[in-house]
């Protein structure tokens, strides 16, 4: 046994007496505040340093920055948004202003521009050289240099190569606190030689990845004389300045190539009235003094009535000779002689729409902001290829963008059936940057997954209704049905919903697309997609023992493997749920290594780029997510240490449960318990639910306020157990599916003597609380229970509208979550037979509901139907209406909220404490604001 699994070993096995010499109180919701979590780890190119944040859940972080050895460099307090810089000298953050300054700020109302600012660090790693500066908006670090940007809301006293003398210097200062208003201060600094220059009044800017060069645009005040607007190339090695556009506009969208040897950008430069402002390409390789407009609104080379676009995103090829941009059609301009409070106001639904209104409406930004890829041949005459258009108008690059193809999808003309589908079926095309030939993958459309290999070679995808992936070769124009004669499913096998099942996935290409990693359910699959020849990576392993192999290049920006990788697997067994890691190369054929398994959760590894270091986090139920790094994930240096505070406090431990359900399912679940547990006292249970949670068994869970659900640590600690079953479904039956787990499993937990089977209640928020409302209708078994946003009647919803997407729900009865399988017209009796709301009259449970009137996932009036019927069938029932929020708690004012009146609720109801106020009398709205009914209910006896 590795030393690490035997010191786990003996931190689980210390006897009860060990663990409780030192009473430990129970949580409580003073506590939220200060508990932390670990951000952000990264690690150095080189492997010898590391930084991550630890962060309060509310108040300030804290940035540590350490080596490798965990010798700690620097702790920064509020640093945030860190990076190192590619040669490992350097790391640079931003440093947050103090949590008690801005909201001393919100307090008072500030505007934006007066609210309090972010600072830039920068720490010298061999050194410990820390520097300074005040009032940054934005940085950039050069992608391999050590080289810095940023842009600071406080102009330099001067502008850049300005020598004013003494009578001037007034006019001058004038200028630069109005250039405040039109920009900001560009600083531009090499790290290496300490070189800093800055210029007034910047917009935007951008570095090249090679750091030799910024370009910026500038915004000159009105009546300045020192300051021009227009766009600016800066050259870090020789200190020139060159302007490459003049006068005043809008310039985006700025991009340099690989080499730093080209530019491009959008600008328009129309008068400020004017009714309709198309942008222009703007080119430049350095040469000439001025960027050339090589693309004009208007111009042949482009559809009629389009220009380039102001949203669309520029991308050189890697070897420089093409550039992507997009394109889009003129805005149309508005009628200035129509008077607004004159004209209609509405919206028109047509059947025939794609999409429906409120999808328009919630897409509405990005729609006018929607562009069309296109190429252009700087050095090719300026040769212009369109891309996308109005029919094909999503596309893939590959990641090697000198890739002749792009792969391109479209489901024009077929979008109204995810109304009632949930997706669309969509055809594929390769689309040459070339000559614009688009190549047809798919010849009919079909529910599918596209996506392009990063060398270029194959497009891949997914064919719901075959269940097979499949590849198109750009070389041979051949399809190849890679999973096909395996002799395995690549498809969830265990989907219990009435649409077609979905992959396991993709885990990555490699190098050149030689092979492609796709999963089975428990396995990886290495696949030539030019031939289709399987081999199981994993030798088998994984079905052999119900282990769950997954991978992810830990490499920040690796796009594929290297035939020299070693991979880093991150595998569950999937009976008792522990996770671990095992290894093995990629020209390995022998069976994957075993690096060791445990009752701990995993983050993603991350590697350094030039070393074998790993970076990564790892939790259980009573041990907090902290840092770790290693070389072999054998041996481990532990680097953080966050909430000591824990060990003041009754936690909780964790424990699957399986029983067999009435009808002879193998069931599973989670039990929680208190820390201090004592088998010959009884406790009372709340039994919270969603799906599936079990996989999540040794996820550290800090005590926090709830979004809305159940927060299983607070109840664990304050003498609660915790049941969380997992829920199979059958299709057409999701109430009586939830009957036959959870009731089963609580009825099997109520078989110890432990369990208080007079308090049981029950929790659930969303799909959850729609269970918990049928469920009361169903027993009367639960003494309390909690509904958070419900829908208890589906005949009601299903025509409604996801206010959060635009979408109908239509697709979520028939197809998803709720499991009906066929229309309301089609099986009305298995809309209402789900329906708790049919049922209410035999409901006997007290219960409370959240249904929030902003809440765009679930109608809020399904929270009201369910509250008004069982308060006209005299039931005990509340509803918490928090305003303005969301289906799930978003303010953390309101998270605190509901976390107290939860505890309370069950208190009351399972532990026999007395009722708040709000609970026996409620709180009118006469007092909304001013009392919360927090306090306990006199009329209870305290």
Request: proline letters at 6%; charged letters at 25%.
């Given at each position: 046994m590795h030393k690490l699994l035997v010191l786990f070993a003996c931190f689980i096995c210390l006897p009860p007496a060990v663990a409780q010499q030192v009473p430990k109180k129970p949580l409580d919701h003073s506590v939220y505040d200060k508990w932390e979590?670990?951000?952000?780890?990264?690690?150095?190119?080189?492997g010898k340093y590391v930084l991550y944040q630890v962060k309060p859940q509310q108040g300030d972080a804290m940035l540590y920055i350490k080596t490798a050895a965990n010798r700690t460099l620097r702790q920064v307090s509020r640093g945030d948004s860190a990076l190192f810089t590619a040669d490992s000298k350097y790391v640079v953050f931003s440093i947050k202003p103090l949590y008690k300054d801005v909201r001393q700020a919100k307090i008072k109302k500030k505007k934006l521009e007066d609210m309090p600012k972010d600072s830039l660090g920068i720490l010298a790693l061999e050194t410990g050289k820390l520097t300074k500066f005040a009032n940054v908006k934005s940085f950039q670090v050069a992608e391999k240099a050590s080289v810095l940007a940023f842009l600071a809301t406080k102009?330099?006293?001067?502008?850049?190569?300005?020598?004013?003398?003494?009578?001037?210097?007034?006019?001058?200062?004038?200028?630069?606190?109005?250039?405040?208003?039109?920009?900001?201060?560009l600083t531009v600094v090499n790290l290496l030689n300490g070189n800093v220059r800055e210029f007034a009044a910047a917009t935007d800017y951008q570095l090249s990845k090679l750091g030799n060069k910024t370009a910026f645009a500038v915004a000159a005040p009105k009546g300045s004389k020192t300051i021009k607007s227009g766009l600016f190339v800066f050259d870090l090695a020789s200190g020139s300045l060159k302007k490459l556009s003049s006068g005043k506009g809008v310039y985006k969208n700025l991009?340099?190539?690989?080499?730093?040897?080209?530019?491009?950008?959008?600008?328009?430069k129309h008068p400020e009235k004017a009714l309709v402002k198309p942008f222009s390409l703007y080119y430049s390789d350095f040469t000439k003094d001025s960027a050339a407009t090589i693309l004009r609104p208007g111009d042949k080379a482009l559809k009629t009535g389009w220009s380039p676009s102001g949203f669309g995103k520029i991308v050189f090829s890697e070897n420089g000779e093409k550039l992507f941009f997009g394109t889009a059609p003129d805005p149309i301009p508005q009628d200035t002689t129509l008077v607004e409070f004159e004209n209609a106001k509405l919206d028109i639904w047509n059947y025939k729409d794609d999409y429906l209104q409120p999808m328009q409406l919630k897409t509405l930004k990005k729609d006018l902001q929607r562009n069309y890829l296109a190429a252009i041949y700087p050095k090719q005459a300026n040769k212009v290829v369109q891309l996308e258009d109005e029919y094909l108008r999503d596309s893939y690059m590959a990641d090697n963008t000198n890739a002749e193809y792009v792969l391109a999808t479209t489901d024009t003309a077929k979008r109204v059936s995810l109304q009632w589908e949930g997706n669309t079926r969509k055809q594929a095309y390769l689309v040459s940057t070339r000559t614009g030939q688009r190549i047809a993958i798919n010849p009919k459309a079909s529910k599918s997954r596209f996506q392009i290999s990063p060398h270029g070679d194959y497009a891949l995808w997914y064919d719901d209704a075959a269940k097979n992936w499949f590849a198109f070769s750009v070389a041979s124009r051949k399809t190849v049905n890679l999973t096909a004669k395996a002799g395995v499913s690549f498809t969830d096998e265990e989907n219990d919903s009435p649409t077609d099942p979905e992959p396991y996935g993709l885990a990555a290409w490699t190098k050149n697309d030689e092979a492609v990693l796709l999963y089975d359910r428990y396995d990886i699959w290495k696949i030539n997609p030019k031939t289709g020849l399987a081999t199981n990576f994993t030798n088998g392993v994984g079905r052999q023992n119900k282990l769950r192999f997954r991978y992810r290049i830990p490499v920040d920006k690796q796009k594929f493997i290297e035939p020299k990788d070693e991979l880093l697997m991150q595998?569950?067994?999937?009976v008792d749920k522990t996770w671990g890691y095992y290894r093995k190369s990629l020209a390995s054929t022998k069976a994957p290594e075993r690096l060791g398994m445990a009752p701990m959760a995993y983050s993603n590894i991350e590697q350094a780029k030039n070393a074998r270091r790993y970076l990564y986090t790892k939790s259980s139920v009573s041990q907090p997510a902290d840092v770790y790094v290693s070389a072999d994930l054998q041996k481990e240096t532990k680097l953080s240490a966050i909430n000591a505070q824990q060990k003041d406090?009754?936690?909780?431990?964790?424990?699957?449960?399986?029983?067999?359900?009435?009808?002879?399912?193998?069931?599973?679940?989670?039990?929680?318990?208190?820390e201090n547990f004592d088998p010959t006292k009884k406790y009372p249970m709340v039994a919270y639910f969603y799906e599936k949670l079990s996989d999540g068994i040794y996820r550290y869970q800090a005590p926090a306020p709830s979004p809305s659900k159940l927060?299983?640590?607070?109840?664990?600690?304050n003498g609660y157990l915790v049941f969380t079953p997992d829920i199979s479904y059958t299709v057409g039956e999701p109430g009586p599916s939830a009957v036959e787990y959870i009731n089963s499993g609580v009825e099997a937990l109520k078989k110890n003597s432990w369990v208080d089977a007079a308090h049981i209640g029950i929790q659930g928020q969303s799909w959850g609380g729609y269970q918990v409302a049928y469920l009361i209708t169903q027993t009367n078994m639960y003494a309390a229970a909690w509904a958070g946003a419900p829908v208890v009647n589906m005949t009601s919803a299903y025509g409604g509208i996801r206010w959060e997407s635009g979408m109908s729900r239509q697709f979520q009865y028939e197809r998803t979550q709720s499991r009906i399988g066929g229309s309301l017209w089609e099986k009305p009796e298995l809309y209402i037979r789900n329906s708790p709301l049919f049922e209410l009259p035999k409901v006997q449970t007290p219960v409370v509901i959240m249904s929030n009137d902003a809440d765009g996932a679930v109608p809020w009036y399904q929270g009201i139907e369910m509250f008004t019927d069982l308060r006209r069938l005299g039931k005990p029932v509340w509803l918490l209406q928090?305003?303005?929020?969301?289906?799930?708690?978003?303010?953390?004012?309101?998270?605190?909220?509901?976390?107290?009146?939860?505890l309370q609720f069950f208190d009351h109801y399972l532990k026999g404490q007395p009722a708040p106020v709000w609970l026996e009398k409620g709180v009118p709205a006469v007092e909304k604001g001013r009392n919360w009914g927090l306090e306990v209910s006199k009329e209870t006896g305290l």
């Amino acid at each position: 046994m590795h030393k690490l699994l035997v010191l786990f070993a003996c931190f689980i096995c210390l006897p009860p007496a060990v663990a409780q010499q030192v009473p430990k109180k129970p949580l409580d919701h003073s506590v939220y505040d200060k508990w932390e979590s670990v951000a952000n780890p990264k690690i150095s190119n080189n492997g010898k340093y590391v930084l991550y944040q630890v962060k309060p859940q509310q108040g300030d972080a804290m940035l540590y920055i350490k080596t490798a050895a965990n010798r700690t460099l620097r702790q920064v307090s509020r640093g945030d948004s860190a990076l190192f810089t590619a040669d490992s000298k350097y790391v640079v953050f931003s440093i947050k202003p103090l949590y008690k300054d801005v909201r001393q700020a919100k307090i008072k109302k500030k505007k934006l521009e007066d609210m309090p600012k972010d600072s830039l660090g920068i720490l010298a790693l061999e050194t410990g050289k820390l520097t300074k500066f005040a009032n940054v908006k934005s940085f950039q670090v050069a992608e391999k240099a050590s080289v810095l940007a940023f842009l600071a809301t406080k102009p330099p006293l001067k502008d850049d190569k300005t020598k004013a003398p003494a009578d001037t210097l007034k006019k001058l200062t004038d200028d630069l606190l109005e250039a405040k208003k039109a920009g900001a201060a560009l600083t531009v600094v090499n790290l290496l030689n300490g070189n800093v220059r800055e210029f007034a009044a910047a917009t935007d800017y951008q570095l090249s990845k090679l750091g030799n060069k910024t370009a910026f645009a500038v915004a000159a005040p009105k009546g300045s004389k020192t300051i021009k607007s227009g766009l600016f190339v800066f050259d870090l090695a020789s200190g020139s300045l060159k302007k490459l556009s003049s006068g005043k506009g809008v310039y985006k969208n700025l991009a340099f190539d690989d080499a730093g040897k080209q530019l491009a950008f959008t600008a328009e430069k129309h008068p400020e009235k004017a009714l309709v402002k198309p942008f222009s390409l703007y080119y430049s390789d350095f040469t000439k003094d001025s960027a050339a407009t090589i693309l004009r609104p208007g111009d042949k080379a482009l559809k009629t009535g389009w220009s380039p676009s102001g949203f669309g995103k520029i991308v050189f090829s890697e070897n420089g000779e093409k550039l992507f941009f997009g394109t889009a059609p003129d805005p149309i301009p508005q009628d200035t002689t129509l008077v607004e409070f004159e004209n209609a106001k509405l919206d028109i639904w047509n059947y025939k729409d794609d999409y429906l209104q409120p999808m328009q409406l919630k897409t509405l930004k990005k729609d006018l902001q929607r562009n069309y890829l296109a190429a252009i041949y700087p050095k090719q005459a300026n040769k212009v290829v369109q891309l996308e258009d109005e029919y094909l108008r999503d596309s893939y690059m590959a990641d090697n963008t000198n890739a002749e193809y792009v792969l391109a999808t479209t489901d024009t003309a077929k979008r109204v059936s995810l109304q009632w589908e949930g997706n669309t079926r969509k055809q594929a095309y390769l689309v040459s940057t070339r000559t614009g030939q688009r190549i047809a993958i798919n010849p009919k459309a079909s529910k599918s997954r596209f996506q392009i290999s990063p060398h270029g070679d194959y497009a891949l995808w997914y064919d719901d209704a075959a269940k097979n992936w499949f590849a198109f070769s750009v070389a041979s124009r051949k399809t190849v049905n890679l999973t096909a004669k395996a002799g395995v499913s690549f498809t969830d096998e265990e989907n219990d919903s009435p649409t077609d099942p979905e992959p396991y996935g993709l885990a990555a290409w490699t190098k050149n697309d030689e092979a492609v990693l796709l999963y089975d359910r428990y396995d990886i699959w290495k696949i030539n997609p030019k031939t289709g020849l399987a081999t199981n990576f994993t030798n088998g392993v994984g079905r052999q023992n119900k282990l769950r192999f997954r991978y992810r290049i830990p490499v920040d920006k690796q796009k594929f493997i290297e035939p020299k990788d070693e991979l880093l697997m991150q595998v569950q067994n999937e009976v008792d749920k522990t996770w671990g890691y095992y290894r093995k190369s990629l020209a390995s054929t022998k069976a994957p290594e075993r690096l060791g398994m445990a009752p701990m959760a995993y983050s993603n590894i991350e590697q350094a780029k030039n070393a074998r270091r790993y970076l990564y986090t790892k939790s259980s139920v009573s041990q907090p997510a902290d840092v770790y790094v290693s070389a072999d994930l054998q041996k481990e240096t532990k680097l953080s240490a966050i909430n000591a505070q824990q060990k003041d406090y009754n936690w909780m431990t964790a424990e699957l449960v399986q029983w067999t359900t009435p009808k002879g399912f193998k069931a599973t679940g989670v039990l929680y318990k208190p820390e201090n547990f004592d088998p010959t006292k009884k406790y009372p249970m709340v039994a919270y639910f969603y799906e599936k949670l079990s996989d999540g068994i040794y996820r550290y869970q800090a005590p926090a306020p709830s979004p809305s659900k159940l927060d299983i640590t607070m109840f664990a600690s304050n003498g609660y157990l915790v049941f969380t079953p997992d829920i199979s479904y059958t299709v057409g039956e999701p109430g009586p599916s939830a009957v036959e787990y959870i009731n089963s499993g609580v009825e099997a937990l109520k078989k110890n003597s432990w369990v208080d089977a007079a308090h049981i209640g029950i929790q659930g928020q969303s799909w959850g609380g729609y269970q918990v409302a049928y469920l009361i209708t169903q027993t009367n078994m639960y003494a309390a229970a909690w509904a958070g946003a419900p829908v208890v009647n589906m005949t009601s919803a299903y025509g409604g509208i996801r206010w959060e997407s635009g979408m109908s729900r239509q697709f979520q009865y028939e197809r998803t979550q709720s499991r009906i399988g066929g229309s309301l017209w089609e099986k009305p009796e298995l809309y209402i037979r789900n329906s708790p709301l049919f049922e209410l009259p035999k409901v006997q449970t007290p219960v409370v509901i959240m249904s929030n009137d902003a809440d765009g996932a679930v109608p809020w009036y399904q929270g009201i139907e369910m509250f008004t019927d069982l308060r006209r069938l005299g039931k005990p029932v509340w509803l918490l209406q928090y305003n303005g929020e969301a289906h799930n708690l978003v303010k953390r004012e309101n998270r605190k909220d509901i976390s107290v009146r939860e505890l309370q609720f069950f208190d009351h109801y399972l532990k026999g404490q007395p009722a708040p106020v709000w609970l026996e009398k409620g709180v009118p709205a006469v007092e909304k604001g001013r009392n919360w009914g927090l306090e306990v209910s006199k009329e209870t006896g305290l």
